[in-house]
Structures are given as C-alpha cells and as structure tokens.
C-alpha cells in the first residue's frame, strides 16, 4: 500500500500517541437472551455489564468481555427485540476477528460450535463462522505479545479461550479514500488493504475487503460501530486529529464508563474513539460484574420506567454457578 503525505505535521510528542488498538465492537441483537446464551455461554465471554443504550434508555446494552471487562475483549449489543435481520454492505464492519492460541483450540471451538447447531468453516489458520443473528466471527491463530484477555468458564479451558480481538473486516468500495485520516490517526499500513492501531500495550487491525452489490441494512446481527482505543489525556487530541484529518466527530460523550467521541470515516464505517477507564467496575464490584442492572448516574432517576420495560435475562454462568 502506497503511503500519502500526512495531512497534518506532527512534533515529537505528537507522533508517539498511538491508539491501543480497539477498544469495544458494538452490534445489534433482537433477542437478549439468545444473545447472552450464546455469548456468555458457548463463546464462553463474560457478561461484565448489563446497562442500558444511553441514546435509547428504553432497550438493553449488553457488554461481554474478559475476566476483568478489559478494552480489546469488549463485544457489546443494543437489545431491539424483534428488528429483521441485518445484512452488511459497503460501509460495514462485516467480521469480528478473535485471537486465539493454537490450532488445538481451533479445533475445540470447531467442535463446540458444531455441537451448538453451529456450522463453521476451517481455513487455514482461522475458523470461520457466524451467530446465530448472523453476525460474522472469525477465530485465529495470532502471535502476538499482547496480553491474552481470557474470561473464566467452565467449559472452555484456558488454553482455548478466546484471547481478545485481532481485528475487524470491513466493506469498503473505495479504501484509498480513507487513508488520510487513518493516517492522521496513526495508523499504519498492513498489507495491501489492512491497517494496524498498535499502542506501547496493545495493537488491532482494521481491514478492507470488497463489498458485495446487495446495499446495507442494519438490523439483527449487524454490527453498529468500533471503537478505537485511546489514553483519558490523549482523546481530546484524537478530536482534533479527525477534524484536521476532515472528519466531523461529536463533541466528547461521557458515557460514565469511558469516554466517546464519533464519526464517520471515508468508507463510511462508524468510528469511536472511546477512553481506557474508568472502567467497568466503577459501580459494581470486579467480582459482580454484570449481576444486576447497572444505570449511570444520569439515568438512575429512570429505573422505575426502564426496568419494567426490559426483559429479564438469565446469565447462563450465573445459573451453572447457583
């Protein structure tokens, strides 16, 4: 991949901010339940929040993640019960891809998903497969240093489990169009249509690949947003990196448990760049995580109406350990 001229001159200090990969994937789900089934019990994450969409208080936003709720591990979902499917198109992320350890542990979530209905494809170095939404997975092999984000579960050896993000695919018509303000946000190239975030902790890739004819609709199993990992001193200057890049981000959200900013980039993907803490644990116990349902400050006056509303879930972990 050819490399343009940056579009804004950075000093020193500048060039050494970096993103530390992804911070969160957000998707759609019409069915809470099926969704905590599936991932907090096949997939074998942890449930390590139950909140509400801050745009939409009415509807769940489920987060599953590693042990600890960590940045890099985190696949979260607004709850719409019952929207049609969805189906990814050109300006979609279209496949999340986790890291794991081996090709043994390939071969043991070939069999767990097998033994869940589910119907993967085995490639070389990679499993491929889709939830039952139709979100798309990809599990690979992948040597790199950073930490492995393991969530504890009784089924999954640790060895197997999932180890955090590697990346996601995206569809894109038109992927040199994007290069300047992925530039500018400092990534760099990987591949002939692949980039890579890498801060000093952590790295994550962001990929292209053709998009099909049929057009986009979000809906169940589609996947809303990614996010991009940033220090709290730091995201402010990742604003004006969009804007000086020609990006229009929002104004700094706080969204209690890390900070957002978002914008579209050129291929038209939804990008946030979201803080690494406070964290989840700042209204709930490490060893709680996800029991109850937890409302920002801002929300809590809405308990009486929201909790109504919402359908209760059943935590398969929670219900093996009771």
Excluded at 5 to 29: D, F, M, Q, S, Y
Aim: aromatic share 10%; charged share 25%.
């Amino acid at each position: 991949m050819r490399r343009r001229p940056r579009l804004i001159e950075a000093n020193a200090i500048r060039e050494a901010v970096k993103l530390e990969g992804i911070h969160h994937i957000t998707a759609i789900t019409a069915d809470a339940q099926g969704n905590v089934d599936f991932y907090a019990g096949t997939m074998g994450l942890r449930l390590v929040k139950k909140t509400v969409n801050q745009d939409d208080p009415s509807v769940y936003h489920l987060f599953f993640a590693d042990e600890k709720g960590s940045a890099g591990s985190d696949l979260t979902f607004f709850e719409f019960p019952g929207v049609p499917p969805g189906r990814a198109g050109a300006g979609d992320v279209h496949r999340v891809v986790w890291r794991v350890a081996s090709e043994a542990a390939l071969e043991f979530w070939e069999a767990r998903l097998g033994a869940a209905g589910i119907e993967p494809e085995r490639v070389e170095g990679s499993l491929l497969f889709a939830d039952p939404e139709g979100l798309g997975h990809e599990l690979a092999v992948a040597g790199v240093r950073d930490e492995p984000l393991i969530a504890d579960h009784p089924e999954v050896p640790a060895d197997f489990a999932l180890r955090g993000f590697d990346a996601v695919r995206a569809f894109s018509a038109a992927p040199g169009a994007s290069s300047v303000l992925l530039e500018a946000l400092e990534f760099e190239p990987a591949g002939e249509d692949g980039w890579e975030a890498r801060g000093p902790s952590r790295g994550g890739l962001y990929i292209y690949d053709e998009p099909p004819e049929e057009r986009s609709q979000q809906g169940a199993g589609s996947v809303h947003h990614v996010a991009w990992a940033s220090g709290i001193d730091e995201h402010e200057e990742w604003r004006e990196r969009a804007i000086g890049a020609g990006a229009h981000p929002t104004p700094v959200i706080d969204r209690f448990y890390f900070r957002s900013i978002y914008f579209r980039e050129p291929s038209g993907v939804l990008f946030e760049i979201a803080t690494l803490g406070p964290g989840f644990t700042v209204d709930e116990p490490l060893e709680h995580l996800g029991e109850k349902l937890s409302l920002p400050p801002d929300y809590e006056h809405l308990r009486a109406e929201v909790e109504p509303v919402l359908r209760p879930v059943v935590n398969p972990r929670a219900a093996s350990a009771g």
